[in-house]
């Protein structure tokens, strides 16, 4: 290959990696393009629902499914504005003692909220233009550490939920 070539090729090549979000530096030992991987910002899909943050709260209470309701343990988990069903890993896992889980739904079915780890299982009534709120509390006896909690709501009925300890 000839050094024109060479050059050619390698101008080409630096210019779709660099279009791929890499930079590239020519060689002069004639090998061919060096390149070295850039980190650029993770693409954020727009979703319909979102995590809640994390924090402490002061108390349970809430009468929304925008937000996940506050309560008055460290939160592990939290969801906001879900539909349908979903999987909330414990953040941390779940520890020894006291776990309270709250919940809001509103639209007319139900949410079945479970932490299969502990055996746990509860099915709340929601109502159409009405946030239901509810709050439970069980004893937890042996640490879990991949627990999480799943909640599925019917068709129709948007829900938010926080579990602490």
């Known amino acids: 290959m000839t050094t024109i070539t060479r050059a050619t090729t390698a101008a080409a090549i630096c210019a779709a990696v660099l279009l791929t979000g890499t930079a590239c530096s020519s060689d002069s030992d004639g090998d061919g393009p060096k390149t070295s991987a850039k980190k650029s910002a993770p693409a954020t899909p727009a979703a319909p629902a979102k995590p809640a943050a994390d924090t402490d709260d002061e108390h349970a209470d809430g009468d929304t499914v925008t937000e996940a309701p506050k309560i008055d343990r460290k939160t592990i988990a939290s969801y906001a504005n879900g539909q349908f069903g979903r999987a909330i890993p414990f953040k941390g896992g779940l520890r ?70």
């Open 96 to 165: 020894k003692g006291t776990l309270g889980i709250a919940l809001n739904c509103e639209g007319k079915g139900t949410v079945k909220v479970e932490v299969a780890a502990l055996g746990m299982t509860s099915v709340e009534e929601c109502a159409d233009g009405k946030v239901a709120t509810t709050y439970n509390e069980t004893e937890v006896s042996e640490a879990h550490p991949d627990a999480y909690i799943h909640v599925t709501g019917t068709s129709g009925v948007r829900w938010s939920v926080s579990a602490g300890q």
